[in-house]
C-alpha cells in the first residue's frame, strides 16, 4: 500500500507523523511519499521539497511567491502521477491542498482523494463547502459538528476527532511540577496563558499581569505559573521581570502539561490551548483582544456564536468568553475567583468537559487510528 501525504504547514506536519505512525503499526508494510516538514519526514517521509517554501504571509510577501508556489504545484501533481499511490491525502491548509488536488482531479488518474482537517466553513467561506465534492472524495474532520456543513453537497465527510486528545498533555505530573520549581503545596496554581504570538503578548498580557495582582491581593497563597513558547518567552520574561509577584514562567512542553495538572485554575488566550485545558479539567476563562479594526472585521465575517472550541463543540457557554472590551481586569478577576470557589460556572465546566472528551472519542481509538481506518476503507473499495 502506497500513501501520498501532502502537508503544507506546521499543524498538518504534525497531524501527518501521527498518521503516519498509527498507519505503520497497523500496516508494516505501508509506503509514505508526498509533501511533508520535520515531524513527518522524522516518521519516515522524504519530502519532495522543504515546506518552508510555503510558509508566506502578507500580501507584500505571497505576490512574489506566487510564481514559485505554482511550479511546486504543478511539481507535486507530476510526482503522484509518477508515483501511481492508492491515495492522496493533503493535511489542513486547504488553500494549497485544494489546488493540488484540483489538478489531480482534472487528470483523472482514478486515485481517491482525501482531505484531513475541514475548511472552517462554519465561521467564514461557506460557499466552500458547495464544492469541496469536487475535488476530493472523503473529509475527515476535527469536530463533531463538522460533517454537516458538508454532507447534503455530495461530499462523504466523517468525523475522526481533534488532535488534542493524543497530545501529552493528559500524562502531566503535577507533583513532579510542584517539587521542580519547589511550590509548596499550600499555594494554590493558577496558570496564566497570553498566547503565542508577539501581537497576543502585547496586548494581553498587561491585562493579565493587573488581574494577577488584584487576584494575589485576594487571595495572597496563589501561585502563577506563565507557560509560554520560544518565539516569544523573551518578551514574556522582560514584562514580567519587575513584578513583585510568586511567579514561575516555563518555556517546555514537559513544564507546561505538569503546571495545567498542578492548576486550580487558568487564565487563557482563546485556541487549542483553551481544549488542552478542557482535556484535563482546568476550570478557566477565556480573555482575548485584537485592535479596533480586527474587530471589527471580524464581527463583520465571523458568522460564529463562540469562539472557545469547548463551547463550539458544546453548542452553549461553558467557558466565560471575555472578549475585546469584556476582556478587564475586573472581568477577569470575578470569574477566576468564582473558579476558584467552585462557583455555578465551575460545575458548569467539570459537568461540560466530560461531555467534551466524549463527543471527541477519547478513551476510544486516537484521531489517527480512526483515520487510518477509514482511509483504509477507502482504498479497499476502489480496489474492487
Known amino acids: 500500500m502506497k500513501i501520498y501525504l501532502i502537508a503544507g504547514e506546521p499543524s498538518g506536519d504534525l497531524l501527518g507523523s501521527r498518521f503516519m505512525r498509527a498507519m505503520k503499526a497497523k500496516h508494516p508494510d505501508v509506503q509514505f511519499v508526498g509533501v511533508g516538514g520535520e515531524s513527518m519526514e522524522r516518521a ?34 507530476a510526482d503522484v502521477e509518477k508515483q501511481k499511490p492508492d491515495v492522496v491525502m493533503t493535511i489542513d491548509s486547504w488553500s ?22 475541514a475548511p472552517q466553513v462554519w465561521a467564514w467561506k461557506k460557499k466552500r463547502a458547495k464544492t469541496m465534492y469536487k475535488y476530493v472524495d472523503l473529509l475527515l474532520t476535527l469536530l463533531p459538528q463538522e460533517p454537516k456543513y458538508f454532507t447534503p453537497y455530495k461530499l462523504e465527510a466523517v468525523c475522526v476527532g481533534h488532535p488534542v486528545i493524543e497530545s501529552r498533555v493528559i500524562h502531566g505530573d503535577a507533583l513532579s511540577f510542584r517539587k ?21 503578548v502585547a496586548l494581553l498580557l498587561p491585562v493579565f499581569i493587573e488581574s494577577m495582582r488584584q487576584l494575589s491581593a485576594k487571595n495572597p497563597d496563589l501561585h502563577f505559573v506563565i507557560p509560554t513558547v520560544k518565539t516569544v518567552a523573551e518578551r ?50 477565556i480573555g482575548y483582544k485584537v485592535s479596533p479594526l480586527t474587530g471589527w472585521l471580524a464581527k463583520k465575517f465571523l458568522h460564529i456564536q463562540f469562539v472557545n472550541l469547548s463551547n463550539i463543540i458544546l453548542g452553549r457557554e461553558i467557558i466565560p468568553e471575555l472578549l475585546q472590551e469584556r476582556c478587564c481586569v475586573s472581568n477577569i478577576c470575578l470569574y477566576t475567583q468564582g473558579l476558584l470557589k467552585h462557583d455555578d460556572w465551575y460545575d458548569k465546566q467539570m459537568d461540560g468537559f466530560k461531555k467534551v472528551r466524549s463527543l471527541l472519542g477519547m478513551g476510544e481509538q486516537t484521531p489517527s487510528e480512526r483515520a487510518c481506518d477509514i482511509v483504509c476503507r477507502l482504498i479497499e473499495k476502489n480496489r474492487k
Do not use: W
Open 96 to 117: 494549497f491542498g485544494a489546488r493540488v488536488q484540483k489538478l489531480i482531479r482534472r487528470k483523472k488518474l482514478g486515485i481517491p482523494q482525501v482531505h484531513y482537517v
Open 236 to 285: 514574556v520574561k522582560n514584562m514580567c521581570a519587575d513584578i513583585d509577584l510568586p511567579i514561575t514562567i516555563v518555556e517546555t512542553e514537559e513544564d507546561r502539561y505538569n503546571a495545567f495538572k498542578a492548576s486550580s485554575a487558568a487564565i487563557a488566550a482563546s485556541g487549542t490551548v483553551a481544549l488542552e485545558l478542557a482535556i484535563v479539567d482546568v476550570p478557566h476563562i
Open 44 to 77: 519516515g517521509l522524504q519530502s519532495l521539497f522543504d515546506i518552508s517554501d510555503l510558509a508566506v504571509m502578507g500580501l507584500a510577501e505571497v505576490v512574489p511567491s506566487i510564481p514559485k508556489i505554482l511550479g511546486l504545484i504543478k511539481k507535486t501533481v
Open 180 to 200: 521542580k520549581y519547589n511550590i509548596a503545596d499550600y499555594r494554590t496554581i493558577v496558570s496564566v496563558l497570553p498566547g503565542s504570538r508577539h501581537n497576543e
